[in-house]
Each structure stands twice: as structure tokens, then as C-alpha cells.
């Protein structure tokens, strides 16, 4: 391959959404004029077709649209009655919002530590953690992939648990049971939780989240505490919130659900582009693939080894080449949520993971030359750092 120029390739983005929409505009531009035309702007029919073609696409009985996929979260534990005191599982190694909504109801969240290579929820941690005050798990199908979620509902079933799946960052993955059977992210635990946060695998062009869910009753409840808990206009039988997903997202997301198995594909192909060029460079090490699920790659995560992670950072950078670190300060570091009993050392994987992990540009719409220059990028920088 030969040596690309900067000026070549253009500006390169984390995530390419403007080309992602000159893809669809007609069909897109379409369904925002039918939503201002109607002036449906809440609740609106596009609201309801969206949620049973969701639910239609995951194999679920019901999809509850809510505002974003924190509200998700937070509806989620409403909705199977935790209280506060109790404790809820959640791994170390996630974005904020998953345990942010745990102590925002005065639940206790209890962090596990993650598995070194798949960045998920080790679940060979997680019996030691239970106790009698424990209602609750949250695993987070990290980055792209699912958690190792037949041990997880083994688990819980022995202890009597809820799983409440965050699935933000996995939309559209498989988990492969060891009798074969086959589940979407998501559709595995008691309710599995999603964000259409517009850099997502399906994304909105604002905020926007939804709980999968099979459970009728569980379903009902979820609406009724995203409704300020009223299943009649006003009349308010529980304690509920204001959580709604706009009908013009809604106009959006019906729009590129039908595209969402060809954008996973199509950041499958990017994956495996990255995979095969580094895979005998001794400083970077590729994401790992779980044996039961597959990867829908909603970030291209790789750990930097024998050289330093921030300073390949910036000179990528320097080439045009944006990179992202996720995360960069652990939860247990995180002034809101550490403890006395908090220290270096109390989760060792996720305190290394924070210091060598790197995300790469992935997206539905790279172009070969741009990416063939990300990659000439990072094994200059390697090789310069070395």
C-alpha cells in the first residue's frame, strides 16, 4: 500500500453522520415534514409505529419509548420496585449514567471489576458481591458486545435478582445460548435498556432511549412511571416522571431501523480492516470477540501496550486523526462515587484498563482511503514512540 498524503483523505470524524444522512435524507427529510405537518409533535403516531417496529426487530413483546437511555435506566428500576438501601451490581468500567441512576433513586450501587479482554462484567466476581440487601444486576454489553449474559441469569436466579440489561452501546447484537437458542441485546434479562443518542449504531438526530421488555404487566408499569405514572390522563396511580420520546425522532429512528443490520455490518467490516493490520503489532492488542456473542462494534476498542496510550493519542492527533478514551477516570475515582474503602488497586483491571484502552474512528460510512490512513497513522506513531 502506498504512502496517503493527509490532504487526500479530508477531515476524519469519530463518527460520520453527515454522510450517513445524504444517504437517507429523502426518506428522513420525508418523515420530519409529515411530523410538522401533523403537529403530532408528542405522542404522535410515528411514536407508536416506531415502538412496535422495534419491539418487531428485537423479538420482544414490547419496546417502551423514553426520553434517552439514562431515563431507561432510571424507569427500569422504578418500574421492578427497588427501594432505596438496595444494592444493584453494576460493573466499574461503563459510563456514568449506569450507576448515576442508581444513586439518584438511593439505591447503593455495588461495583465489579470487568474481564481484562472483553471489557464486560466478570462474572466469576459477582457471587462475592451479593448480599442480603442485593435486588439487582446490570450488566453492560460494553462498547459493542454482549456480557456473558447465560451466567449472569443463571445468577440471578439463584439469588432471586433482577437484570436490567444496558444495551446502549450493543443494539442489533446476538447472544448465543449453549443449547443453541438466540436473543438481541437486550431481550435477555427482565429489561433491557438502549439510548438513540446520536452517535449509537441507531441513532436519533437529538435524544431518545427505549426499554425492551417481554413482561406485559412489567411493560404497562414502565409506561405508566414514564407518563408521570398515569395510564388515564389524569389520574396518577404511582409516582412517576416525565420521559418521552418526540415524534420527530420517532420519524427518525423508522427511518434507519431497516438500515441498522447494514450499518453493524458495515462497522463489522471496518473492525476486521483494524484487526488484520495490527494484528502483529506487539504494542497494540484487538479487541476480543466473546465465543456467544457477536460484536456490532459501537466503538473500536484496543489497549496500548509498551508505549504510552496518551502520548499515541497526540500524535495522532497531530495527523489528523481523532481517537477517544473511554474512560479515562474510573467510577470508583469518580468524586461522586468513591468510598473510604475506595483504593488504588480495589479493581485492578479497570484501573490498568484506564490507562491503556484507545477507540479508534468506526462508522457506518468510512472510506477505505480514510481508514487505510488511520491505520499508516497509528503504525507511524507506534513506530516513532517506540
Given at each position: 500500500m502506498s504512502r496517503i498524503s493527509r490532504e487526500e483523505i479530508g477531515k476524519i470524524q469519530m463518527v460520520d453522520l453527515h454522510t450517513q444522512y445524504k444517504n437517507i435524507k429523502e426518506d428522513?427529510?420525508?418523515?420530519?415534514?409529515?411530523?410538522?405537518?401533523?403537529?403530532?409533535?408528542?405522542?404522535?403516531?410515528?411514536?407508536?409505529?416506531?415502538?412496535?417496529?422495534?419491539?418487531t426487530y428485537n423479538n420482544v413483546n414490547h419496546a417502551v419509548p423514553c426520553a434517552n437511555g439514562t431515563d431507561a435506566l432510571q424507569v427500569a428500576m422504578m418500574a421492578v420496585g427497588l427501594k432505596p438501601g438496595d444494592e444493584v451490581l453494576v460493573p466499574v468500567h461503563t459510563y456514568v449514567a449506569t450507576a448515576e441512576v442508581i444513586a439518584l433513586l438511593q439505591l447503593d450501587p455495588v461495583f465489579v471489576d470487568v474481564d481484562p479482554e472483553l471489557f464486560t462484567i466478570d462474572v466469576?466476581?459477582?457471587?462475592?458481591?451479593?448480599?442480603?440487601?442485593?435486588?439487582?444486576?446490570?450488566?453492560?454489553?460494553?462498547?459493542?458486545q454482549c456480557a456473558d449474559m447465560e451466567a449472569i441469569m443463571k445468577i440471578a436466579n439463584k439469588h432471586n435478582l433482577f437484570v436490567i440489561e444496558d444495551t446502549a452501546q450493543a443494539i442489533g447484537a446476538e447472544y448465543t445460548f449453549s443449547d443453541g437458542s438466540v436473543k438481541k441485546a437486550g431481550t435477555i434479562g427482565h429489561i433491557g435498556?438502549?439510548?438513540?443518542?446520536?452517535?449509537?449504531?441507531?441513532?436519533?438526530?437529538g435524544d431518545g432511549g427505549a426499554m425492551l421488555i417481554n413482561d406485559e404487566k412489567l411493560a404497562n408499569t414502565a409506561r405508566m412511571i414514564a407518563s408521570h405514572g398515569q395510564s388515564i390522563k389524569y389520574h396518577h396511580d404511582i409516582v412517576g416522571c416525565n420521559s418521552r420520546l418526540d415524534t420527530l425522532q420517532a420519524a427518525v429512528l423508522r427511518v434507519k431501523l431497516p438500515h441498522l443490520d447494514t450499518y453493524n455490518k458495515n462497522r463489522q467490516k471496518v473492525a476486521n480492516k483494524y484487526n488484520k493490520a495490527f494484528a502483529q503489532v506487539q504494542e497494540i492488542e484487538t479487541p476480543?470477540?466473546?465465543?456467544?456473542?457477536?460484536?456490532?462494534?459501537?466503538?473500536?476498542?484496543?489497549?496500548?501496550?509498551?508505549?504510552?496510550?496518551?502520548?499515541?493519542?497526540?500524535?495522532?492527533?497531530e495527523k489528523g486523526v481523532p481517537s477517544m478514551i473511554y474512560y479515562p477516570v474510573p467510577l470508583h475515582f469518580q468524586k461522586a462515587y468513591c468510598k473510604s474503602?475506595?483504593?488504588?488497586?480495589?479493581?485492578?483491571?479497570?484501573?490498568?484498563?484506564?490507562?491503556?484502552?484507545?477507540?479508534?474512528?468506526?462508522?457506518?460510512?468510512?472510506?477505505?482511503?480514510?481508514?487505510?490512513?488511520?491505520?499508516?497513522?497509528?503504525?507511524?506513531s507506534i513506530n516513532e514512540l517506540a
Open positions: 428522513v427529510d420525508k418523515g420530519i415534514q409529515e411530523v410538522i405537518d401533523s403537529c403530532a409533535f408528542i405522542n404522535g403516531p410515528a411514536v407508536k409505529s416506531f415502538a412496535k417496529e422495534l419491539a466469576k466476581q459477582m457471587e462475592s458481591k451479593i448480599t442480603s440487601k442485593t435486588k439487582a444486576i446490570v450488566p453492560v454489553h460494553l462498547y459493542g435498556c438502549t439510548s438513540f443518542f446520536p452517535s449509537k449504531n441507531l441513532g436519533c438526530y476480543q470477540n466473546a465465543e456467544n456473542s457477536t460484536h456490532v462494534y459501537h466503538q473500536y476498542t484496543l489497549k496500548v501496550n509498551n508505549v504510552d496510550r496518551d502520548q499515541l493519542k497526540e500524535k495522532l492527533q474503602e475506595f483504593n488504588e488497586g480495589s479493581f485492578p483491571v479497570t484501573e490498568q484498563l484506564s490507562k491503556v484502552v484507545l477507540s479508534l474512528p468506526i462508522h457506518t460510512e468510512m472510506q477505505e482511503n480514510q481508514q487505510d490512513y488511520i491505520i499508516q497513522s497509528v503504525l507511524e
